[in-house]
């Protein structure tokens, strides 16, 4: 049966199927659902029709007559994020899976309250102008810059509950939810902590909105985006050769009458995510688009799912289905090729380019053993994704200390095996996901400047995981850049010869 253009452009709620998978009609628009009233992935999709299916990772909040107002509250207040911004991504990230451009995706492992600040937003910011000039001079190709900031609060967790010394209180959840302090008042889920995180985020987007269009990331300053504590050590020279090259070449084309004031070379593109899990809080910020009718989730540009989170019939997948966001799924090596093509199928089901990132956290050797399995079903399935590493997940481990930390070596080691793989089953690898800070942290140990166990706590300061300084950053750009200029001689070649 023939279907007009503009089925495709409707919300979900608006959809519907024949028994036989047919389209056959379109319906009026979402309404709540009624009670007692029951949802299929295949079905209906509304607003709040998460409900009606199993929740995880959402806390019980004991005065729930003060949740329910706050989110009422929520619902009133501007979006932080528009429809548009969310298409262009998907538009970008469409060209990531194609292999003509590069995601770089990465933040803090947990925003807090108590570091929030102009200072450490300017600075992540800065490392991440920085790593995508060393990666676009790499790869040749344009880089899609998108930071774990500006509502990246909350963290699944493996269990609810922590003991010490024998007291026991329910775990640290973010700190939308509840405080990381060792007592009861700070680990009760308080919903007055949506308010805060809400602002934070509004400040947080308004000094990014700012720094990409106001002339901060323009690149005739690249040369200035060096930071003080990463400016002396083996990465900041490298990239300090490298800005001057930059600097050359933007000379080069201010001469050629490409001037320092046109848009492309004024401004960036800089687009916000985070994981959704606190249901409520996406819902209280999702609004309906007037131009299409779709419904986005107006917290963040890009939201992904996680591991605790990626059931195929619970509340994160079936609120995701509906938004029109594009969306990430975090996978590790347990993940089942064939779950993972009827997890894209539920989200995707129209197979649009850019609507799906797979982000794979799984080390090094795991990824040379089950990426393949998963490219593959992917493959055959005829899905378009785009495929993404994050390699700081899958390498946590303890240190004599007892405190969390990664090996920089291990995370160098998931970014060659992800580059491999990719070239090994002939697809695109299409980006990478990182835990990283433009502070001078050691949280991770190794790289050029040798952090070691011994050094950890002295600026250990992550509120959950350990997360990537500035100069490590640096170095994996490098690492990375290098592997992207390979390919691009590789394939370039490759065209040639045919």
């Not at 009670?35 to 079905?43: K, N, S």
């Not at 469409?94 to 292999?99: D, I, K, L, R, T």
């Not at 500006?150 to 939810?177: C, H, M």
């Not at 308004?206 to 901060?216: D, E, P, S």
Request: glycine share 8%.
């Amino acid at each position: 049966m023939a279907v007009s253009a503009n089925w495709y452009f409707m919300p979900p709620s608006r959809r519907i199927r024949s028994n036989s998978g047919v389209l056959v009609r379109a319906v009026g628009s979402a309404e709540p659902l009624k009670p007692g009233e029951t949802v299929g992935h295949r079905g209906e999709w509304a607003i709040n029709s998460w409900k009606k299916k199993t929740v995880l990772q959402i806390p019980q909040y004991p005065n729930r007559a003060e949740m329910e107002e706050v989110i009422k509250r929520i619902e009133g207040f501007p979006p932080l994020v528009f429809a548009g911004e969310a298409r262009k991504l998907e538009e970008r990230l469409a060209e990531a899976a194609v292999g003509r451009a590069f995601l770089l995706q990465g933040g803090d492992c947990a925003e807090s309250f108590k570091e929030f600040g102009s200072d450490n937003i300017r600075d992540t910011f800065r490392v991440i102008l920085q790593m995508s000039v060393v990666l676009m001079f790499g790869g040749q190709m344009p880089v899609i810059k998108v930071g774990r900031i500006a509502g990246q609060f909350a963290k699944p967790r493996s269990t609810t509950k922590e003991t010490r010394d024998g007291v026991e209180l329910p775990i640290y959840q973010g700190d939308n939810i509840n405080g990381d302090a060792f007592d009861l008042k700070s680990r009760t889920p308080d919903p007055q902590r949506m308010i805060q995180a809400y602002s934070q985020s509004v400040s947080t987007m308004n000094l990014l909105r700012a720094f990409a269009t106001g002339g901060y990331a323009a690149m005739q300053r690249v040369t200035q985006w060096n930071l003080g504590f990463a400016e002396h050590s083996v990465q900041g020279e490298r990239y300090k050769e490298l800005a001057q090259r930059v600097d050359e070449a933007v000379g080069f084309m201010e001469a050629a009458g490409l001037t320092v004031g046109h848009p492309i070379m004024a401004s960036t593109d800089f687009w916000t995510s985070h994981e959704c899990l606190l249901l409520p809080y996406e819902q209280a910020l999702t609004r309906q688009d007037s131009t299409s009718g779709l419904f986005y989730g107006c917290s963040a540009h890009f939201l992904w799912i996680g591991e605790r989170t990626r059931q195929l019939d619970g509340a994160h997948v079936e609120f995701l289905r509906g938004v029109a966001n594009p969306l990430g799924i975090k996978v590790s090596d347990k993940m089942d090729p064939r779950e993972l093509v009827k997890l894209c199928e539920i989200l995707n089901p129209h197979n649009k380019p850019g609507r799906l990132t797979i982000i794979t956290r799984m080390g090094a050797e795991n990824m040379r053993v089950m990426l393949p399995r998963l490219i593959r079903a992917v493959r055959q399935a005829g899905l378009i994704v785009t495929w993404v590493s994050d390699p700081v997940h899958g390498n946590t481990m303890k240190a004599p200390s007892g405190l969390k930390t990664r090996s920089f070596d291990a995370i160098m080691a998931e970014i060659r095996a992800f580059f491999d793989v990719h070239e090994q089953e002939g697809s695109h690898p299409g980006g990478v996901h990182l835990e990283m800070t433009g502070q001078n942290v050691t949280e991770c140990v190794g790289g050029s400047k040798a952090i070691t166990y011994d050094d950890l706590s002295s600026r250990y300061h992550t509120n959950c995981d350990p997360r990537l300084n500035a100069s490590q950053s640096l170095e994996l750009a490098f690492l990375i850049a290098e592997k992207l200029r390979k390919r691009r001689i590789v394939f370039g070649l490759g065209s040639l010869l045919n």
